[in-house]
């Protein structure tokens, strides 16, 4: 069963307008979250993050948002730009065990039309 | 060159061949990571390795054999792969095998397997 997940597949904006790509989780052993981006023919590229510890963190047009007693997170861009299209990717980390693994959401396709 | 660079990008190969993909790391960081990106499925770490030592295994088939001859490079040796294995394979690496929460990935090598 995912423990990670995006629960819509894909996800249409207007240039301009604010795109918001949701996540949810259900480990509470989770202490990290991340989010990553991939354009088409590339490697996904680290984007924003933040600690359990936190419930908000900006980085210019994009900010996360951390609802731990929902084990919910949020990714909001403002404003969507067209460059902003990829798939987005929530990740989780796994403080159990030594090894701090990672685990991935499937990826919310964002297209941002003109 | 520089971050991640993976070959080859796209790799055909029968059931009884045997290849090898290629990762090179110009960004001196300490630990190399193999993961599988199959359709609808989220990413999958498949092995780590920290200094050129293999830290971690996730229960990977034997046709799958990794090489990490130093911290630079890694290979994944492929050989009597199944048609299951067609996927998307990425390279990874990190400052360390702990700091894996920050991962730059390289383009990935898109293998099919006939």
């Known amino acids: 069963d995912q423990q990670v997940k995006q629960n819509s597949p894909s996800l249409s904006v207007q240039e301009g307008r604010i795109s918001i790509l949701n996540c949810d989780y259900t480990?509470?052993?989770?202490?990290?979250f991340l989010w990553y981006k991939k354009y088409p023919a590339e490697g996904p590229t680290f984007l924003i993050s933040?600690?359990?510890i936190k419930d908000k963190n900006e980085d210019g047009r994009f900010t996360v948002f951390l609802n731990k007693s929902a084990k919910h997170l949020s990714l909001h861009i403002v404003p969507s730009q067209p460059g902003d299209s990829a798939v987005y990717f929530c990740?989780?980390?796994?403080?159990?065990?030594?090894?701090?693994?990672?685990?991935w959401g499937l990826g919310t396709s964002l297209a941002v039309n003109p | 060159e520089t971050g991640v660079t993976q070959t080859p990008r796209h790799l055909v190969m029968g059931m009884t061949n045997k290849k090898s993909l290629k990762c090179e790391q110009h960004?001196?960081?300490?630990?190399m990571y193999w993961y599988k990106q199959s359709a609808k499925k989220p990413l999958e770490l498949m092995f780590v390795?920290?200094?050129?030592?293999?830290?971690e295994n996730n229960s990977v088939p034997s046709r799958f054999s990794p090489e990490c001859p130093n911290s630079s490079h890694l290979f994944l040796h492929l050989h009597t792969l199944q048609p299951e294995d067609s996927a998307l394979y990425l390279c990874?690496?990190?400052?360390?095998?702990?700091?894996?929460?920050?991962?730059?990935f390289g383009s990935g090598t898109q293998l099919s397997v006939l």
């Open positions: 990874a690496s990190s400052q360390g095998p702990y700091r894996r929460e920050k991962l730059f």
């Open positions: 960004l001196g960081h300490n630990a």
């Open positions: 390795y920290s200094l050129e030592e293999r830290v």
């Open positions: 480990n509470s052993m989770f202490d990290y």
């Open positions: 933040i600690s359990s």
């Open positions: 990740a989780a980390r796994d403080v159990a065990g030594n090894n701090r693994k990672l685990i």
